[in-house]
């Protein structure tokens, strides 16, 4: 439960800097022969250890027909190795002070698992073989499949998840991956076995599309041979690259849904670029202008002010591929036609007025923090560490990050500002 | 159980209320890193000051606990508690409203409220370098603040948002249902944001009222985490909450408690198809001895991944989705609760098995092993609690609320001491399987 917060968190946040220098002084790295990467981070500030291993594979790599196979894949491979069954999986875990999960995302799916840290080697076992020996057991795919369809089903109900969904369907199109969650559809999700789902896992986990980052109170001179001993041994394989559709073009367009429920929801949204982009450092700190913080002009006008929503943010997921922006507000039925106006009317005007020089200083730090604060603990550690390593960016990227949103200027804002936010898709969401 | 002023997403809720009930960690007893302890101090005003050194990370977690929520409320005035939290941040006579947001983020940190029956907390989350702006606003929204009337109408709305959010999602709304139904008339039972009638009645008279008997300096715990030293804290805390002046607050008297003595039945039809059922009792507060024994019963039953409930009624008899299990202490009495997710058709049956694995625990009590594994778990929640200057900081504050400084410290070496025989003994005095709250929310459609 706290997990999928987590994740939430590093969709809204990631990739904003750190405190960097200092921090990188404790981090190790190591290429294995096959491709495989290490990252180990010593950290002695509590008696834990927290190890994220990442593979990149998630919703990027599927089609419509197998959308939803890297979570469900994700979701098994706990479930069972070949020298112990899931419950005996999820026992050994808890009595090591620890958990281990997994589950896909849009670009990288992951194990991840925590111990105290004096039992570092067996957990470090414990991924080792979830990772290398799965049986994905037919006893539990059923199973599985079925708490799948229904989280699909459920997420039919919550007016924000329907919000979401419908969203993504408009901006990417039915056949692009970035258009459904990473939970999947349900018609493809249903057809997935034991057969798909080993032929999925022998295809993704490729020891070039791996890193295995380590953060905790462990020593690297201790972990780096006990990974290289597990992982050293894969074959290197061949790692496949996905060939994305294009979105279709922008257009202004308008949709209603009906979902029971107290809240309506609205979405607007467009195309946004990608990670690698040098407009991204830019558009996240308009981001943050608008719906970043409690600041932010959505949250401090439409919000405090306006009284029109509780809940409002801005949301910029880092993607490999063009991604989405997407400013939101939830609010109650009768307040829809008004907050539509009033989140139009933002996105008009910091496109047409530039945002004043201390506005832009704040949303500046917003952004550096959100990653500092974001990053306060070994499992975020670890997983920052991987995905950075993933995205093929380079080592001090956090550092020149830091440095480039530190760079941002009223006038970039309104350049960004007009240039991405000038058509948008509106999706509501109401009670019916 | 406590409602945050200011998730920013839906979803944090939850985190939210792990935060407000679960966070029960405690001192390490390892070896090594070992911190150093807190110190301590009371002001001449009352005002007590913990400080707490803490390196992971150049960041500093800076604290208000005020002994006061919901509990204290006067009947007329229900909501009161949490609407005056959300005001503080509304502008006071030194700054205009949104000021402290601009100002907490401008410094690249962070701030949030949350108000709970017991008490109402302001967290600041900010680089170490600016710890004196963090103490600073803090006083400054805790003494100064303005209660101008046009905020207060604006503020109304969004907590009547805030109470549609609540609605909305099932897992937190049948929680609350589940205070109502344990504690009845007693304060613990109020709802937490307040009704209608009296958010609509509220004026800044009545929030001011509020503020000015509960806000004293005598009612407050400040806690400052992080790479700080008490000497420095203490000098940035006398130029400010030091310069308050002692009130003369003395608590009210504590309503009595009536347990629960025959079955409470809830049952609420809901817009979602997924059914949920919650089964609650009256628990031990923090400070009393059974607390520890009951919270290792609760995650032995159901409040770990293998737990009993996870492996029967999940694992093999697939009877739930997701089931949970939380020992969520308060100062005077607290709440034991497990929670499942289930398909509506198999609410009667999933009772009846809860029931019988609650009473072959108070039969025959746990294993070794799973007394063993029960503080394993303990031991790590409270590492990973302690991972971070912001989750000292919760723990100490709670404690300082509810019981005292050395409970927290002590709660591990306590916890490992507890034996299999006490924890069958708490599992028999509070999980009665005669008299305990049932909650089932079930879809509309199923009837």
Request: some cysteine.
């Amino acid at each position: 439960m706290i997990r999928r917060h987590l994740v939430l968190l590093a969709v809204l946040s990631l990739l904003a800097p750190a405190v960097a220098g200092a921090e990188m002084a404790g981090v190790t790295r190591n290429r294995l022969p096959n491709g495989f990467t290490v990252i180990v981070r010593e950290n002695n500030a509590a008696p834990l250890v927290a190890y994220s291993l990442l593979v990149k594979m998630g919703t990027r790599n599927e089609t419509p027909e197998t959308a939803g196979i890297s979570n469900m894949l994700q979701l098994m491979m706990v479930r069972g190795t070949e020298k112990m069954s899931g419950e005996e999986i999820a026992a050994a875990a808890d009595k090591l002070g620890g958990s281990i999960d997994a589950y896909g995302d849009a670009d990288y799916s992951e194990i991840t698992a925590t111990a105290l840290s004096r039992n570092w080697q067996a957990m470090l076992d414990i991924v080792g073989d979830v990772a290398l020996r799965p049986t994905l057991p037919d006893g539990t795919l059923g199973a599985v499949r079925d708490f799948l369809v229904r989280q699909i089903r459920n997420r039919g109900e919550k007016p924000y998840d329907v919000a979401s969904d419908q969203t993504r369907l408009a901006l990417f199109g039915p056949r692009h991956p970035y258009s459904w969650d990473y939970i999947g559809r349900s018609e493809a999700v249903q057809r997935l076995n034991r057969d798909t789902l080993m032929a999925w896992y022998r295809r993704q986990y490729v020891p070039s599309q791996m890193v295995l980052a380590v953060s905790g109170d462990v020593k690297s001179s201790e972990v780096m041979p006990a990974v290289q001993r597990l992982f050293g041994a894969m074959p290197a394989g061949k790692a496949e690259a996905p060939t994305v559709p294009a979105p279709p073009a922008m257009a202004a367009t308008r949709e209603v849904f009906k979902v029971p429920g107290a809240q309506a929801q609205i979405f607007m949204s467009t195309l946004a670029p990608a990670l690698t982009h040098p407009d991204y450092p830019v558009l996240k700190v308009m981001s943050a202008i608008l719906g970043g913080g409690m600041a932010s002009r959505f949250f401090s006008e439409l919000r405090d002010q306006q009284a029109l929503a509780y809940a409002t943010a801005a949301l910029y997921p880092p993607r490999i591929d063009t991604g989405s922006w997407i400013g939101l507000l939830g609010t109650g039925p009768d307040n829809v036609a008004k907050a539509e106006a009033a989140l139009k009317d933002q996105l008009r005007r910091i496109q047409n007025e530039p945002a004043s020089a201390e506005e832009v200083a704040v949303a500046r730090s917003y952004v550096v923090g959100t990653q500092q604060m974001d990053r306060r603990t070994n499992a975020r550690q670890a997983w920052y560490l991987a995905a950075a390593e993933l995205a093929g960016l380079p080592h001090d990227y956090f550092d020149t990050y830091a440095a480039a949103v530190k760079k941002v200027t009223p006038a970039d804002v309104m350049r960004v500002a007009k240039q991405y936010l000038g058509v948008v898709r509106t999706v509501i969401v109401q009670p019916n | 159980m406590s409602s945050a002023r200011r998730s920013m997403v839906l979803a944090i809720s939850l985190a939210v209320l792990m935060a407000g009930c679960a966070t029960r960690a405690t001192s390490s007893s390892s070896a090594g890193s070992e911190p150093p302890p807190p110190v301590v101090e009371t002001l001449p005003n009352g005002l007590t000051l913990v400080v707490q050194d803490h390196r992971a990370a150049d960041i500093v977690a800076v604290h208000l606990w005020v002994a006061t929520g919901v509990r204290f409320e006067d009947p007329k005035g229900l909501g009161y508690a949490h609407f005056q939290e959300h005001m503080l941040f509304k502008g006071t006579d030194t700054f205009g409203p949104g000021y402290i947001d601009r100002a907490v983020e401008g410094t690249g940190g962070r701030s949030n409220a949350f108000t709970t029956y017991d008490y109402t907390t302001f967290q600041i989350l900010v680089p170490s370098d600016a710890t004196k702006t963090a103490i600073g606003l803090l006083d400054d929204m805790a003494f100064r603040s303005k209660f101008d009337p046009k905020e207060i109408s604006a503020e109304r709305e969004v907590i009547f948002e805030e109470t549609r959010i609540q609605t909305d999602n099932p897992r937190d709304a049948i929680v609350r249902r589940a205070y109502s139904a344990v504690f009845g008339d007693h304060p613990y039972g109020r709802p937490l944001l307040g009704t209608p009638e009296t958010m609509n009645a509220a004026t800044q008279k009545d929030l001011q009222a509020f503020n000015h008997r509960y806000y004293t300096p005598e009612n407050m715990t400040l806690v400052v985490v992080g790479p700080v030293q008490a000497k420095a804290v203490r000098a940035l805390v006398d130029q400010t909450f030091g310069k308050r002046p002692r009130t003369g607050y003395t608590p009210p008297a504590n309503p009595p408690l009536k347990p629960i003595t025959e079955p409470v039945r809830i049952k609420v039809d809901r817009p979602e198809q997924q059914a949920y059922l919650v089964l609650a009792w009256q628990a031990p507060s923090l400070a009393e001895p059974d607390a520890a024994a009951l919270d290792l019963a609760a995650t032995i039953l159901g409040g770990s991944e293998s737990s009993r409930l996870a492996l029967t009624l999940r694992d093999t008899e697939r009877l739930v989705s997701r089931v949970d299990m939380n020992n969520a202490s308060q100062k005077l009495a607290g709440i034991v609760y497990i929670r499942v997710q289930l398909e509506a058709g198999d609410v009667d049956k999933v009772e009846r098995r809860i029931l019988e694995e609650i009473t072959r625990l108070q039969r025959e009590g746990p294993t070794e092993p799973e007394r063993e594994l029960a503080v394993t778990r303990a031991e790590s929640d409270h590492a990973t609690a302690y991972e971070t200057t912001d989750g000292v900081a919760g723990a100490y504050g709670i404690t300082m609320i509810q019981a005292t400084l050395d409970n927290e410290l002590r709660y591990l070496d306590r916890l490992k001491s507890i034996t299999r025989a006490q924890i069958q003994a708490a599992a028999q005095k509070y999980l009665s399987t005669t008299a305990y709250a049932w909650i089932a929310f079930v879809p509309r459609r199923a009837q």
